[in-house]
């Protein structure tokens, strides 16, 4: 009855909220509750076990969105279908169907019986993390140990793939104290390792060290409060400047679209930026989201090997959104957008505020002149610098990931990954720096607990359509040239190379001598004849370093490049596969390039990696500052001129 | 009888500013008016053409700066005595002389008889700038181009050197015409340069190329206005939480000095942090600043080839300091320093709001977690990032330099570099992009112009005294290995490298081996026993690609490593020596790590070059979007933890 009234309300909510529809939008709730009720009144309904993994919009093809878009978006007649696609489980088996919300039926159907698996529901994690608490196993350990079983939080980690030929749905379990201490993650509980069999939901294996393992570190001077040295933001009048239409956005010269999803969180759509010299709005990006991240440990040991998360594709960014708190995750003058998915047992679940958006007043100088050339003036001109932020934060466990997006009037698309939250810890029985031996995988941090060092990966998928869908993917290299009959010796010049097919365009980032990284749509022309185009500005870039051949790193074998470009192809949106849970690396990005397709002046996607190698430090306890990386689509040659300024 | 007013009026001012002194504090008015008596009453005065090339703070021994601010800014006895350091031309010879500004003295005074040339002087670029019009020879050319020479601006550039075994002090003049526009610089008169002789400020040649010239691009499209999109900045109710006693500034856990002088502009000094944990304030940063720049471009053509620019050598950054304009360059809760410094004539000369000083609130989150691992809470916390920053704006010419120094509260100092202002440019006579062969040294940016292709490297002297002076600096590498007895194959772990000698030190970044480069206190240790530290975060990596050989890359050999570590020596500050004008490499910072002098827990200096590669694109025109890059020293293993909290 509670879930009803549940349904009810939600329902209820979005249909009041006045909202303008786009093809892309995500799956209101009432479509959820739709796709539920068909497929529980189904021959599916009777299949054991039947849960929810996947429910998302089944995107309608490229051209029906930019047909309607275009047409005004007032012929309701050319409003692309509405089809979800679902993937659930059921007598042990995975299944993917396409549903058509128009009449509601099931379009298709079909087991998949390839590798790996959906992501995990929240409803099968809880449940996971719950049974040590029914083992009298566990009780009689964790007693033994001296602790108390109601302060004990255990939580489910995926267990990846390490050469198994058969492999089972599972999670482990590492457990925490939390007695003493909201900082859960910072009280592990060493050499206690529980295996779980999440088909059958029971307890396959605790695994225990014995003698030797260190103890519980103390609780003291784990939990994190501010310093309160901040003062709240300044009180500000503020005219917001951007409307927000259902989904759609838009603020000065720009407009998009913001959908969230359970697997991707936020998704940027239909960017356009308006050229003010042509009088026309012009199209950039078409879909942009966070595709994989991959985050291995860096410790071979048998209680932590294991640890190389897939999180988008095993747990979701969208299912791991936080509700953003005002004032602390957005500034006062935030717009805040809520996010729904559907829950394990494949009913709407609603994350209020999953998405900010806020005019962001930086205090920088968008562009400046002071001109003492004309006599008898000091001319200064200039403008301050405005952008707008659309935000999202994911906490996947300890892990905090900040993720937005930037545009900015110069026509530029920021995205920025900030990371925060809690380090995962080991307990060690040192106490001084100098008395860790190298093979403990990390720096001692704090107090009996080292900080083992880690990867982070965040993939992302950029279907960039600079004026169009046909673009190609330009190296703007630097060549250093003899200068003669000069009294200089040399100088570099620029070649510009276009990457023919994929292989091309795989590049691992960091030598000096690659200036640009430029997407280009050789059908459109500036004026002056430039060759229309957007171009990549990289961040600190950051490549896998393990073995080609480790398990891991197979699942993940993109991350030994940061850029790839590939032929558009609707279903190839996941960087390690869709089915990254236990994924043997037989899909992915890496996998689909080995066709090496064309990408001369076809519809191509842009994959960026933004990479970190953190080996923790003190300053990283009990709770890291935000380490911040990214990249910036900037345009060149795109505008005639600089769009900040007056035509 | 007017400079006698002037001269009163800024003394007056200075004496009624209420001001704490610090034994770096720039030179006042009253000591710059001090120093020009002292020479102008001595021997000195009777040298023809006496000019004053640089008059600064003969800067204390660091021993006793810190003696002086340890024994709590009170004992009047150990404030170091004021000396200064002035470098005069006159009769053809460079003088250095030091005086003693406690009794009124010249203290020592010898003849430079090396290479290279004291900047030149405002007085002196000024009158160059002037000479074509009382040339009949110029008047003629211009007016048989059709241009009218009262429309015509010429600046004066520096000649760089190009083996010439002898050298005279000299600058070539480009002109442009400033008829129908306000932006000078874009309408570059080609063909047609004009070398003067500083020394005799005579023109020498007027160099003009013959047939083939392009003519003037059209006026039509260059000048720049606000587009008027941006809103002003929210009107907001401030309280400044940071004080300004003199050039002292306190901000929340920060206190340092901010000075000012004509080569370097901006100087940070004696930047300490306070650590709640262990109640006391530390030290960081003993001083730093922009040391040189080098901006070479790349047009080895007879008019072009010598643009190889040492800006800060040549000219000044404090030179060329810009009266901030508020709600432009710095937002509405901005707080603002004048800057002083000597004229030609060796008079105090006023920079009115030379550098702003302000909080950033960012919009950004300094830390964030969300804890579900408590049965039936959610608990977020978190702190939004607040930030000082300390600003100035160089204009050089047609560049516009934003220099940020960023203090944030985690303990890390950020360094910005923002490049605007109007592009170098060369006429044309093509039209479209496709008609530019490659020799023409960039590309077609606008109408009728080329915007030529150069670097930017912006090199910043920084004393980091992290704990005190004894530092070491450590090379973080990354090492792959192989995993034994683990289902994983591979890993990789940090191998520490500490630099024996400043070869060691020299780096050339890019590769994806090195995690972090660490200046550490080996003699202080965190209570669990890591060394102290700060981290270099570099920005996006780029080096001078020119020949080693090649006479610009001679003077400037520093920019082929974007970091150096030196042995500390008061004297050495300025990169490519102090010499700069016309220098031939013999001094500057490649030269003196040639000593290979030990680094290894001494006081050392860290160097790091901010690089650019900028070929231009249209959105340049015709005033350029702020790029940025920068890099950011933080805290590792500095605090005992995350200093954002609450002890």
Known sequence: MDILIKILVITLQFLFTKSQHHPLDPLNPNEISQIHQIITTSHLASLPNLTFHFVDLEEPDKKQVLHWLSSNNQNHSTFPYRQAKVVIRGGGETREIILDLTNGSIKSEHVYTGDGYPPLTLTELLRAARLPFKSLQFKDLVSRRGLNSSEITCFPFTVGWFGESITRRAVKLSCFYRERTTNVFSMPIEGLTI?????????????????????????????????????????????????????????????FHVGFNARAGMIISTASVFDSGRNEWRRVLYRGHVSETFVPYMDPSSEWYYKTFLDVGEFGFGRSAVT?????????????????????????????????IFEQYTGDIAWRHTEVGIPGKVVTSGEQEVCLVVRMVATVGNYDYILDWVFKQSGSIKVRVGLTGVLEMKPTTETKANQIKEQIYGPLIAKNRIGINHDHFITYYLDLDIDGEHNSFVKANLKVKKAKGSPRKSYWTVVKESAKTEDDARLRLGTNKVLDLLLVNPNRKTNLGNDVGYQLMTGQPAVSLMMDDDYPQIRASYTKYQVWVTAYNKSERWAAGFYADRSTGKDGLAIWSKRNRSIVNKDIVLWYTVGFHHSPCQEDFPVMGTLTNGFELRPVNFFERNPLLKN
């Open 195 to 255: 295996l779980v069999d999440i088909e059958s939901m029971q307890i396959t294996k605790i695994i225990t060290s014995g003698r030797g393992t260190p103890p519980l570190p103390e609780a003291e001077g784990t939990d994190f409060q501010s310093s309160g040295r901040t003062n709240p933001s300044p009180h500000c009048e503020i005219n917001r400047s951007f409307t927000m239409n259902g989904h759609n956005i838009n603020w000065k010269n720009w407009r």
């Open 324 to 356: 953003l708190v005002g004032l602390t995750d957005c500034p006062g003058n935030a717009a805040y957008m809520d996010g729904y998915m559907a829950g394990g047992d494949g009913m709407p679940q609603k994350v209020p505020r999953a998405i900010c």
